[in-house]
C-alpha cells in the first residue's frame, strides 16, 4: 500500500499502467445492447405483420416493446460508445482508477435491465425516452452517479501522472464537463417524473421549426465537440474549427429570437428559419478535415458525414408546408428516424468506436457487415417513405392487410433480420477482441503513426 501511494523514484511509470479493453468493453457492452434491441425489433417487425400473434403474449404485446426497443437503442447502443469517449478523454482507462472501469460499465448495463423488465411490466412514464419510473427511475440514476464519480477520481487521481501533463484550462474544461453531467443527472431523473411537464401538452402546438432547431444545433455542437481530447488538430486547422464555432454561436443566437409553443410550420420564417442549418452540409466535412483522424476511421468517417447530410436535406424537405401535411403520422416518418438513428447516429457512434479502439477498430471495418448495415437502412427508409406516401392518401393503408402492405412489411422484416445479422457479427468480433491480452490498442504512438 505505501509503494501504491509514493511510489519509488525508479518507478517513474507507476501511474502511466492502462487498461485499453475497458474502452473495448464500453463497445461490447453497446454491441449487446444493439444486438438485443435489433433482436427486440425484428419482433416487433413480425407483430406488425402478424397482429394476431400479440394476442399469444399476454401482456408483452407490441405497445411494450417498442418501449424497450427504443429505450435501449438510445441507453444502450447509442450512449455506451460515449461513455468509452468520456473514460478516454478523462484519463480513466490509464493510471490506478481504471480497474473500475469495467465494473462501472456492468452497473449501467444492469440499469439498462432494470428498466427493460419494468418496461414490460408496464411501468412508464408516457414520455418518449425519458421512460425511466417508479424503481427503473432510480437505479439509472445510480449508474450514471457511478460514471460520475469514477471520472471525478480519474480526473484527480491524473493530476498526479507527470508524463501526461494537463493544462490548467483542459483541466478546468473537463471538470465543467462534469458539472454538465451532474446537471444531465438530475435533469433525467426531474424530467422523467410525473410532477413535470405531461407527456402531451395542450398548450403546445408540436414540433416546430423553432423545436427542430433547437434540438438539431444541440447534435451540431456534439459533432464539433468530438475530436477535442481524441484526436490531435491539422496544422492550418484552426481557422476551419473557428469559423465553425462562429457559425454555430450565430445559429443559437438566431435561433433565441424565434417564436415558440403554439407556432405553425407553415410560417415562412419556420421552414426558412429550420434551412440554416444546411451550411453545414460543406462545413462539417471540411471540420473534420481539420483534425487528423486514425486510418481506421476512414470507412465510417465517410458514412456518418454521407449521413449527416442526408438528415439535413431530408430533415428540411419533411418540415416544408405540404410535404409534413401529408407524411405526418405516417410511416414515412419513421423511415426518417432512420436516417437520424440508424443512419447518422450509428455511424457516428460507430466512427467514435474505432478512432477510440485504434488498431483494435477492424472490428468494424469488415466489408460484409459495413454494406449489410447501411444497405439494410437504406433499404428500410426507402420502404417506410413508399408506405408513408401511400398511407398519407390512404389512412388504412398500413392499418388493413393488403398484398401491397403486406409486401412493404414482409420487406422491412427482412431489413431487420439483416441489421440484426451485421450487428452480431460485430458483437462476435468484439468478444474476440476482449479475449485477447492486454495490449494498449490505442496508444498515442500507434495512432499517430496510423493518422490520415
Not at 517513474?12 to 444493439?34: C, F, G, M, N, T
Not at 468520456?86 to 482508477?97: N, Q, S, T
Request: proline content about 5%; hydrophobic content about 55%; some cysteine.
Amino acid at each position: 500500500m505505501e509503494r501504491f501511494m509514493n511510489p519509488h523514484p525508479l518507478d517513474e511509470h507507476a501511474y502511466e499502467r492502462k487498461d485499453p479493453q475497458i474502452v473495448a468493453s464500453a463497445a461490447w457492452h453497446s454491441l449487446l445492447w444493439l444486438v438485443i434491441a435489433n433482436a427486440i425489433g425484428v419482433l416487433i417487425a413480425v407483430l406488425l405483420l402478424f397482429p394476431a400473434l400479440n394476442s399469444t403474449l399476454g401482456e408483452w404485446t407490441y405497445g411494450r416493446w417498442i418501449m424497450v426497443h427504443m429505450n435501449l437503442e438510445l441507453y444502450g447502443w447509442t450512449s455506451l460508445p460515449l461513455v468509452g469517449f468520456l473514460f478516454k478523454v478523462y484519463g480513466a482507462d490509464r493510471g490506478p482508477a481504471a480497474i473500475w472501469g469495467r465494473p462501472v460499465l456492468w452497473v449501467w448495463s444492469a440499469a439498462l435491465g432494470v428498466g427493460a423488465l419494468s418496461w414490460l411490466s408496464g411501468q412508464s412514464s408516457g414520455k418518449l425516452f425519458l421512460d425511466w419510473s417508479g424503481y427503473a427511475r432510480v437505479f439509472f440514476p445510480m449508474a450514471l452517479v457511478a460514471l460520475w464519480i469514477f471520472l471525478l477520481v480519474a480526473l484527480t487521481l491524473g493530476r498526479r501522472n507527470k508524463s501526461e501533463p494537463v493544462s490548467v484550462s483542459a483541466w478546468a474544461a473537463k471538470l465543467l464537463g462534469l458539472v454538465l453531467l451532474l446537471a444531465v443527472l438530475f435533469l433525467i431523473y426531474i424530467a422523467s417524473g410525473p410532477g413535470s411537464y405531461p407527456p402531451v401538452n395542450p398548450d403546445t402546438g408540436g414540433p416546430t421549426g423553432t423545436s427542430q432547431l433547437e434540438s438539431s444545433l444541440a447534435v451540431v455542437a456534439v459533432v464539433l465537440m468530438l475530436p477535442f481530447g481524441v484526436a490531435r488538430r491539422k496544422a492550418g486547422g484552426a481557422k476551419t474549427i473557428h469559423i465553425s464555432w462562429i457559425v454555430l454561436a450565430a445559429e443559437s443566437l438566431f435561433c433565441a429570437t424565434l417564436s415558440r409553443a403554439d407556432v405553425t410550420h407553415h410560417l415562412p420564417t419556420q421552414y426558412l428559419s429550420l434551412g440554416c442549418l444546411l451550411v453545414w452540409l460543406p462545413l462539417t466535412p471540411a471540420y473534420y478535415a481539420a483534425f487528423a483522424w486514425h486510418s481506421n476511421t476512414r470507412r465510417w468517417r465517410v458514412a456518418f458525414l454521407w449521413w449527416w447530410a442526408a438528415l439535413l436535406v431530408t430533415g428540411w424537405i419533411f418540415f416544408l408546408p405540404g410535404v409534413l401535411d401529408h407524411f405526418k403520422f405516417t410511416d414515412g416518418l419513421v423511415g426518417h428516424s432512420f436516417v437520424a438513428m440508424a443512419g447518422f447516429t450509428s455511424s457516428f457512434i460507430l466512427f467514435v468506436m474505432v478512432q477510440l479502439l485504434g488498431e483494435g477498430g477492424w472490428i468494424f471495418n469488415r466489408s460484409r457487415s459495413f454494406y449489410l448495415w447501411n444497405g439494410s437502412v437504406i433499404a428500410y427508409i426507402l420502404l417506410m417513405t413508399i408506405a408513408g406516401w401511400r398511407e398519407g392518401f390512404d389512412p388504412t393503408f398500413t392499418i388493413v392487410p393488403g398484398a401491397a402492405r403486406n409486401t412493404i412489411y414482409t420487406l422491412r422484416l427482412l431489413t431487420g433480420v439483416l441489421m440484426l445479422a451485421a450487428s452480431f457479427d460485430w458483437f462476435l468480433d468484439a468478444s474476440t477482441l476482449l479475449t485477447r491480452p492486454a495490449i494498449d490498442l490505442i496508444s498515442e504512438p500507434a495512432q499517430r503513426e496510423k493518422t490520415a
